[in-house]
């Protein structure tokens, strides 16, 4: 299930896109903030994979809740950002902050299904591709390990299972578990 946040302060716009997405599609959690400051503790509280917040809102907008998240490395969550604007100054900021794509106000329902299935594609394959490498970590791992028990390592292979191991974030984990 692909987690999306979405920020923004329309009411009705949050009911259509959170109904058409879980109801109608099926496959997301959509979770709500109205601003940016509760999207920024909605983005703490569930770890979303996707964004998708409106510029312009109370409190705190939606190209400062992005520089924040982009800055303080928080996520590499994917963004879409919403605006009722079409100035070249907020997209020029949201490229810059990596925002995966920029969609303008009115939005067509079918428009923002065709957004969010390209996003959801992207995020798919970037996980895919996540779990990719760490299979191949996890293979290094128990190929050195061998190297290692068999009596076949040198100072390079030690080094390298010292270091995995201390990892704590690191894949090998559930192969020594």
Known sequence: MI????????ASLCYMVKSSLEDLIGGY?????????????????????????????????GITLLKKIREEELSDAFFVILSGYGDF??????IKYKCTDYILKPIQRQQLFALLEKVSALYKK??????????MGRAYFVRYMQALLLGRGDAETLDYIQKKVSDKSSSVWPVLL
């Open 126 to 135: 970037q996980k895919k591709q996540e779990t990719e490498q760490q299979k």
């Open 3 to 10: 987690k999306l946040l979405l920020v923004e302060d329309d």
């Open 89 to 94: 100054s907020y997209a020029q900021q949201a």
């Open 29 to 61: 959690e959509v979770i709500i903030a109205n601003n940016g400051k509760e999207g920024l503790d909605a983005w703490k509280e569930h770890q979303p994979d996707i964004i998708v917040t409106d510029i312009e809102m109370p409190v705190m907008d």
